[in-house]
């Protein structure tokens, strides 16, 4: 019994051992963890900060050059043609609710990351996803005078509406 009892005294203090170390570990991975998201976060509201973030939330054009790669089309858009009728949003974002903000986050975070890290490219240009929304934007609002330019097949080639009128949103920079 002896035998017995010792083992039995052995394995009961075993797993004690190994739940308080155990413990131990999961603590020290929760505060590495918290650590990490409080720096993440801390960063991320630096960032929104310094970058004026909050005003991307609106739809107000002057939020555009709160970056200054963006200030020579502030000025074009500012001499365009477009000026009294269309702002940044209403080119730049789709006209529905959930595009618009899904859109918002993800140039805004694109954005913000290449604001914080300067890994821009002078004069800013427009990624190929952008482009195809400028272009609904201009479909939106002129599609009754271009409908019989249209494609009559869906997917089929088109102009790009800049590709003519190039500087209507953004007037020819001097």
């Known amino acids: 019994m002896k035998t017995h009892r ?14 308080g170390h155990s413990i131990t570990q999961r603590g020290a991975l929760a505060v590495g963890v918290a650590a990490m998201l409080g720096v993440l976060g801390g960063v991320g ?10 005003s991307y939330l609106t739809n107000d054009p002057t939020a555009c050059i709160n970056c200054h790669v963006m200030q020579d089309h502030y ?14 949003n209403d080119c730049h974002l789709p006209h529905d609710f959930i595009g618009k903000w899904l859109t918002k986050a993800d140039n805004g975070f694109f954005h913000a990351l290449a ?7 002078e004069p800013i240009q427009i990624k190929a ?7 609904a934007a201009c479909l939106h609002c002129h599609r009754a005078l271009v409908d019989h330019l249209l494609p009559a097949e869906p997917g089929a080639g088109m102009q790009q509406c800049v590709h003519c009128h190039s500087d209507v949103g953004h007037a020819q920079r001097r």
């Open 129 to 135: 996803r952008n482009q195809r929304v400028a272009q």
């Open 6 to 19: 010792r083992r039995n005294d052995l394995s009961s203090q075993s797993p004690q051992s190994d739940r």
């Open 75 to 88: 000025d074009a858009w500012v001499k365009s043609s477009h000026h009294g009728v269309a702002g940044c």
């Open 45 to 54: 509201l630096f960032t929104l900060g310094y970058g004026n973030g909050l």
């Open 115 to 121: 604001f914080t890290t300067g890994a821009f490219h």
